[in-house]
């Protein structure tokens, strides 16, 4: 694999033999060609990495979140960037909070699965 394109899924078993760092690159240098400016290119690029190994893994309640949140309207690059906004919070509340791993997971996937276009916006837009 050498190109990564989020409008488009990689192909799970492509992407899953790359280790962190190539798929890292690979998003990184996808938004740089599309000339896509960002604050911190290495935290973006982490965040998709984390959806799209979800997806490559088949991990069922973030599938249903791609699936439910492109047949709302959103593209699946912004798809990708709404669940990796839920990882975001899931990783601040690991932080945070003194959960076991079940718990922590099962609050991620109550957040997945709550997970709407409107909703992604409403706590984008301000």
């Not at 990689?10 to 990184?28: A, G, K, T």
């Not at 709302?72 to 076991?100: C, P, Y």
């Amino acid at each position: 694999m050498d190109r990564y394109d989020p409008s488009q899924p990689p192909d799970p078993n492509e992407w899953l033999e790359l280790d962190e760092q190539e798929r890292s690159l690979l998003v990184e240098d996808h938004h740089r060609r599309a000339r896509i400016d960002l604050p911190n290119a290495t935290l973006h690029a982490t965040m998709h990495v984390v959806v799209e190994n979800q997806l490559a893994a088949n991990d069922e309640p973030v599938v249903r979140a791609l699936a439910r949140l492109m047949k709302e309207g959103l593209s699946r690059h912004d798809a990708v960037h709404a669940i990796g906004s839920v990882v975001a919070q899931q990783i601040f509340d690991i932080l945070k909070m003194n959960d076991t791993p079940e718990t922590s997971r099962a609050r991620y996937y109550a957040a997945v699965e709550r997970l709407t276009r409107l909703k992604w916006h409403q706590d984008n837009d301000g």
